[in-house]
């Protein structure tokens, strides 16, 4: 997986920078390197990607894979702000990291994830499932990280989806099934039609028409559930 992201980050897709930061951040696919993920994400940001910009912006205010500089945070802040809406990813794991709450540990994080998740936060779910996927203050476990993945995702959370789809994509987890996870995507591009196609273009390249009529049938049942 990793690496059809850096061959599009290699052919020029400079957005695609965010989703490989995204890897790095949460140790998907590849080992867990904060410092790597931001400098993708001020890669992405640098060329105007919305959500990398807010991510930066929070790199730099908390020291995370960035050297704290309230000047640059500062400055990244107020680009950020520019932008239409609050980014619920950054939003979350700021307020997991504010002065108020401040957690001490992978173990205490880990702990706050699973706090949420059982309150019913979506973004919570998605949270314990990349803690479990990386081994963040827990042993790495896919099966339950696939669980909670589900969780999200069928909340309609968008990093849920995302992250379910490429469960069953690789096969981490639960067996690979590529129907199954362009089922996922075909979702996820129904209801955030301006969320980046890359996986779902792919995952659809070792797949028939057939296959794909049936992904198509199979999400198109789950949003008519949904409604």
Same mark, same amino acid.
């Given at each position: 997986? &990793?690496?059809?992201?850096?061959?599009?980050?290699?052919?020029?897709?400079?957005?695609?920078?965010?989703?490989?930061? !995204?890897?790095?951040? !949460?140790?998907?696919?590849?080992? *867990?390197?904060?410092?790597?993920?931001?400098?993708?994400? *001020?890669?992405?940001a640098?060329?105007?990607? +919305?959500?990398? /910009? $807010?991510?930066?912006? *929070?790199?730099?205010?908390?020291?995370?894979?960035? +050297?704290?500089?309230?000047?640059?945070? &500062?400055?990244?802040?107020? /680009?950020?702000?520019?932008?239409?809406g609050?980014?619920?990813?950054v939003?979350?794991?700021? #307020?997991?990291? !504010?002065?108020?709450?401040?957690l001490?540990?992978?173990?205490?994080?880990?702990?706050?994830?699973?706090?949420?998740?059982?309150?019913?936060?979506?973004?919570?779910?998605?949270?314990? #499932?990349?803690?479990?996927? #990386?081994?963040?203050?827990? &042993?790495?476990?896919?099966?339950?990280?696939?669980?909670?993945?589900?969780?999200?995702?069928?909340?309609?959370?968008? #990093?849920?989806?995302?992250?379910?789809?490429?469960?069953h994509?690789?096969?981490?987890?639960?067996?690979?099934?590529?129907?199954?996870?362009?089922?996922?995507?075909?979702?996820?591009?129904a *209801?955030? +039609?301006?969320?980046? +196609?890359?996986? !779902? /273009?792919?995952?659809?390249?070792?797949?028939?028409?057939?296959?794909?009529?049936?992904?198509?049938?199979?999400?198109?049942?789950?949003? &008519?559930?949904? $409604?």
């Amino acid at each position: 997986s &990793a690496y059809w992201w850096q061959r599009a980050l290699d052919n020029g897709y400079v957005d695609i920078a965010k989703a490989l930061g !995204s890897m790095y951040m !949460s140790g998907r696919g590849v080992p *867990l390197d904060y410092k790597k993920g931001m400098e993708l994400y *001020l890669l992405a940001a640098e060329h105007g990607n +919305p959500h990398a /910009i $807010k991510f930066v912006a *929070l790199g730099y205010k908390r020291g995370l894979g960035l +050297p704290q500089d309230d000047e640059k945070a &500062a400055a990244w802040e107020a /680009i950020a702000a520019s932008l239409s809406g609050a980014d619920a990813d950054v939003v979350f794991l700021d #307020s997991m990291q !504010s002065n108020e709450t401040e957690l001490q540990g992978e173990e205490e994080i880990f702990a706050e994830f699973l706090r949420q998740a059982n309150q019913g936060n979506a973004r919570g779910f998605f949270y314990v #499932s990349v803690a479990y996927t #990386s081994g963040t203050g827990v &042993a790495r476990n896919y099966i339950k990280a696939e669980k909670w993945a589900r969780e999200a995702a069928e909340l309609g959370l968008t #990093s849920g989806i995302r992250h379910l789809g490429l469960f069953h994509q690789l096969g981490q987890g639960l067996p690979k099934n590529r129907i199954e996870a362009q089922k996922w995507y075909y979702i996820l591009n129904a *209801l955030h +039609p301006e969320d980046d +196609p890359f996986l !779902s /273009i792919i995952n659809a390249k070792y797949m028939t028409k057939d296959s794909l009529d049936e992904a198509r049938i199979l999400a198109d049942v789950w949003l &008519a559930n949904r $409604k």
